[in-house]
């Protein structure tokens, strides 16, 4: 699959195949991040400087300096990347940055670094939608192509997505409350567990009786999810306890039972009402061990699934090349803006 973008400055058209670099930078919360990949699929160079550190102490990613960290890493991101992959600017087919959704001043760091590459080494530049790029992970090192029905699951989002092409996604489904990551951070922070909470809980789950407690489903739209109930559910389940002999473990992993099964439930529907036969798992939720486990248990029923190795679950600037280089809903005006929620 070729694409004809125009570079930003001369305007000459620039053909992107399956041996051009991508460079991609990612700055929409708390990672700074820079890849180069090859034709969307061969990762040659990822650079992730995390912030978690920083935002440690305050329980939660503060704006404002998670801004200035972005800025104080992006140079030595960038600077890193090339060294990675042995190459140069010139090198490059074209830049792409996450234009949201995210932190404003975050993406703004990120996506003004882009354009200026772009503009520097005369290339085309490419904006995406940091959402898109959770799901392109799935193109890394795979030969996965569309159709497939797509499971986002995020600290912002939780969606069914619908992916018919390239160009073609709809979302059939979404949370009306909490997403699933924010529901594991807040539940996480219920029982004491420091910031960011998902996956410390995860590893608690697994050592734990998924079914010692029973935690009730929300009853939305047939693709919908809400988990704002459950919360309040595992909230009660922690007072009657007092603060005395609490089954931490058995908690986790039955508050991670009832969000799973949900999940896979109505992922489950979605394939069998569309009659499509991939399923892809996205977001950094995707690193959860058992909504992984129950997504790869559908191969058994006949699917093909997929999920991102770990250190393309999280954030990273890879998923963005990829994006950049499959999806054909990129935002290519080098005036677009940077936007805080799809
Ligand atoms: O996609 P992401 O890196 O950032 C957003 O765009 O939101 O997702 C971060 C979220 C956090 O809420 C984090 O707690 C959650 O993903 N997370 C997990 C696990 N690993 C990360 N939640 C549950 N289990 C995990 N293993
Ligand atoms: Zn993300």
Do not use: W
Request: net charge negative; aromatic share 8%; proline share 4%.
């Amino acid at each position: 699959m070729n694409k004809i973008k125009n570079t930003l400055f001369s305007n000459k058209p620039v053909t992107i195949n399956k041996d051009s670099l991508i460079m991609a930078i990612e700055s929409s919360c708390d990672e700074t991040a820079c890849a180069i990949v090859k034709g969307g699929r061969e990762v040659l160079a990822n650079v992730v400087a995390s912030q978690i550190k920083v935002h440690e102490e305050y329980g939660g990613v503060i704006p404002e300096i998670a801004a200035r960290e972005h800025l104080e890493a992006i140079n030595v991101v960038i600077d890193e990347t090339f060294k990675q992959a042995g190459v140069n600017g010139n090198a490059i087919s074209a830049f792409a940055g996450t234009v949201g959704p995210g932190l404003v001043g975050c993406l703004l760091v990120g996506l003004n670094a882009t354009k200026t590459l772009a503009l520097a080494y005369d290339k085309p530049f490419i904006g995406v939608n940091h959402l898109n790029a959770h799901i392109a992970a799935n193109f890394i090192d795979t030969n996965l192509e569309p159709p497939f029905i797509s499971l986002l699951v995020s600290g912002g989002h939780t969606q069914i997505i619908k992916v018919s092409s390239y160009s073609d996604m709809e979302i059939i489904g979404e949370t009306i409350d909490d997403a699933v990551g924010e529901a594991y951070d807040k539940v996480a922070r219920l029982i004491g567990l420091p910031y960011p909470g998902g996956p410390k809980l995860d590893k608690l789950a697994q050592e734990g009786n998924s079914f010692a407690f029973k935690l009730p489903e929300a009853k939305v739209g047939e693709y919908d999810f809400s988990f704002s109930g459950l919360k309040t559910a595992v909230l009660r389940l922690v007072k009657s306890f007092d603060g005395k002999d609490m089954p931490v473990n058995d908690i986790c992993a039955s508050f991670q039972e009832c969000v799973s099964s949900t999940l896979v439930k109505k992922v489950k529907k979605a394939l069998e009402t569309y009659n499509y036969k991939q399923v892809v798992l996205a977001g950094g939720v995707a690193a959860n061990s058992e909504i992984r486990k129950k997504i790869f248990d559908l191969e058994k029923e006949g699917y093909k699934a997929y999920a991102p190795i770990m250190k393309y679950c999280t954030d990273n600037a890879s998923m963005v090349a990829s994006s950049a280089f499959f999806f054909d809903n990129t935002f290519d005006d080098v005036n677009v803006e940077v936007f805080s929620r799809a």
